[in-house]
Nanobody
Framework: QVQLVESGGDLVQAGGSLRLSCAAS????????MGWYRQAPGKQRELVAS???????NYADSVKGRFTISRDNANTSVYLQMNNLKPEDTAVYYC??????????????WGQGTQVTVSS
């Protein structure tokens, strides 16, 4: 069974920084892409940043220049460095990954979410 486990969410003042981490565990053959989404109260879940294995990162316009996504060398973990945080960044952040188990299909998996709260 594949699991994504996130950590790093916290309460921080505006202008501060946080680093989110997400690690994939379980039995699978490869991870095709990993990324971060967020959902604020009363809003739809939205893409924050994603990066395919061996590819270039993609960012939401609202976080460009402030957030940086990265992967580890084993390509089983993804990180989100968030700088110059703003109150509008407050949301539950979810790790997402496209994972190929032991067939040809790639399934999308989600973490449990980690709360980021930015105070003004």
């Amino acid at each position: 069974q594949v699991q994504l486990v996130e950590s790093g969410g916290d309460l921080v003042q505006a202008g501060g920084s946080l680093r989110l981490s997400c690690a994939a565990s379980g039995s699978f053959s490869s991870i095709k892409h990993m990324g971060w989404y967020r959902q604020a109260p009363g809003k739809q879940r939205e893409l924050v940043a994603s990066v395919p294995t061996g590819g270039s990162a993609n960012y939401a316009d609202s976080v460009k220049g402030r957030f940086t996504i990265s992967r580890d060398n084993a390509n089983t973990s993804v990180y989100l460095q968030m700088n110059n945080l703003k109150p509008e960044d407050t949301a539950v952040y979810y790790c997402n990954a496209g994972i190929q188990t032991y067939g040809t299909a790639v399934f999308r998996y989600w973490g449990q979410g980690t709360q980021v709260t930015v105070s003004s």
